[in-house]
């Protein structure tokens, strides 16, 4: 059985290593080409990050691979037999916290090269060492305290209950929706400052807004984004009363009020169709099948392993095996991730007008340094926004003219409607 295991995971790896190859394959001839939705200089700049991002992946996935096959090999075994006391959930949680804190250690690296020297070689973050040690701090402390209450109830579960997969999915698929209530208002604060919009006309306008599509929120919040990183970005979130609109000062700072309701506006849109509601949802039946075979794993698997089939093993074997199961679900979530966006653009088009949305969205690609292209097999897999180039032509604006105007060229309108029928 561990021959099998070791097999799905190989391919499961080469098939992520492919399309990542792909990807910096593609990009690195696209970059040359002529530039589309922004200057040459910034449609090259915005090649080379996501090509260096994507080397990295696959160094990030390779060590994951390996990794794996120590964990299956001897791993488990030695760490069984270490941490050893009277009691099975105890062994379970002390299991657990060191299964995540050997994986934290060799991924730190990753993120250490990511946020230090890439994101910082293409101006990105603002991160200081202080801070960012403060910020690995609170994270730790936090982990420890509700990581090791989640550790404890699941593995009491698991020894104690016969049908343990099913109790277990129903802690953490209840947990999931806890989190998205609690996370606007006691969770982000932890990390950053939410000072609420002052009373202007751009708050009376997205009040305005709110009240349209029937959204009773917490309130407008500006985030102190800029601390840490320089990307624009703004979301709708929380549960219930919980419910709040966050705008990232960076974001701020670069739109105009028109094209910040126009972003807004897409952001209700989410809210309007329910999307909250639909991820839960897909998360729920990803959570309930990795539990039903994840949760079910064959008593000679461990065997195999040379360890016993304990609760920390069996939860730890789930999180170990849980990306394999999660990359076969990927294209579909990402296909109704993507259409949600495209409804979401249409609902906030015609609230803050296509215009808005649209020089809003041209923007967002600039400062950002996102590439506007990827390979499809990319983007099929990966992408829960479609491609920018995608979602002018649903909102029915040529491409064409918008690139021109990326490119600083005269134009007789960027907002020349295309007849879809």
């Not at 990009?27 to 040359?32: F, L, P, R, S």
Request: glycine share 6%.
């Amino acid at each position: 059985m561990l021959e099998i295991i070791m097999i799905l995971f190989t391919i499961y790896t080469l098939v992520k290593v492919y399309i990542s190859v792909m990807q910096i394959g593609y990009i690195a001839q696209e970059k040359n080409e002529e530039a589309v939705l922004m200057s040459q200089d910034k449609y090259r700049v915005a090649g080379e990050y996501a090509i260096k991002k994507e080397r990295l992946s696959i160094l990030s996935t390779l060590v994951d691979y390996a990794m794996f096959v120590w964990w299956v090999t001897y791993g488990f075994h030695w760490l069984s037999s270490t941490l050893q006391t009277d009691n099975s959930v105890t062994d379970a949680v002390l299991f657990l916290f060191s299964f995540i804190a050997i994986g934290y250690v060799i991924g730190l690296p990753f993120e250490l090269y990511q946020i230090f020297k890439l994101d910082k070689e293409y101006g990105f973050t603002k991160t200081t060492a202080k801070l960012y040690l403060v910020d690995q701090l609170k994270s730790i402390a936090m982990f420890i305290v509700f990581g090791g209450a989640i550790f404890y109830a699941l593995a009491w579960i698991v020894v104690n209950v016969e049908s343990w997969w099913l109790w277990g999915f129903g802690l953490l698929f209840a947990l999931a929706v806890v989190i998205n209530v609690i996370y606007p208002t006691i969770i982000a604060p932890i990390f950053n400052k939410f000072t609420p919009l002052e009373e202007c006309e751009l708050k009376r306008d997205i009040e305005k807004m709110m009240e349209g599509v029937g959204l009773k929120s917490d309130g407008v919040f500006v985030l102190d984004a800029s601390k840490r990183d320089s990307r624009l970005n703004a979301y709708f979130g929380g549960l219930g009363n919980s419910k709040r609109v966050v705008l990232f000062d960076t974001l701020m700072e670069k739109l105009t009020n028109k094209e910040l309701l126009a972003v807004l506006g897409h952001e209700l849109g989410h809210f309007s169709h329910g999307d909250i509601w639909k991820n839960i949802s897909m998360m729920g039946v990803l959570l309930f099948v990795s539990f039903f075979l994840l949760g079910n794993l064959p008593t000679e698997l461990f065997i195999d392993m040379k360890v016993g089939d304990s609760a920390g093993v069996e939860i730890a074997m789930m999180m170990l095996l849980l990306p394999l199961l999660s990359f076969i679900f990927t294209p579909i979530m990402s296909f109704i991730s993507r259409h949600n966006e495209y409804l979401a653009d249409k609902f906030g088009s015609e609230l803050g007008g296509k215009e808005n949305l649209v020089s809003a969205l041209m923007k967002l690609i600039e400062e950002n340094k996102s590439f506007p292209k990827s390979h499809p097999i990319f983007a099929f897999f990966y992408y829960t926004h479609p491609p920018v180039i995608e979602r002018l032509k649903e909102l029915g604006y040529d491409a064409n003219a918008v690139n021109e105007m990326a490119k600083g060229l005269p134009t007789d309108g960027i907002f020349t409607f295309i007849d879809k029928e």
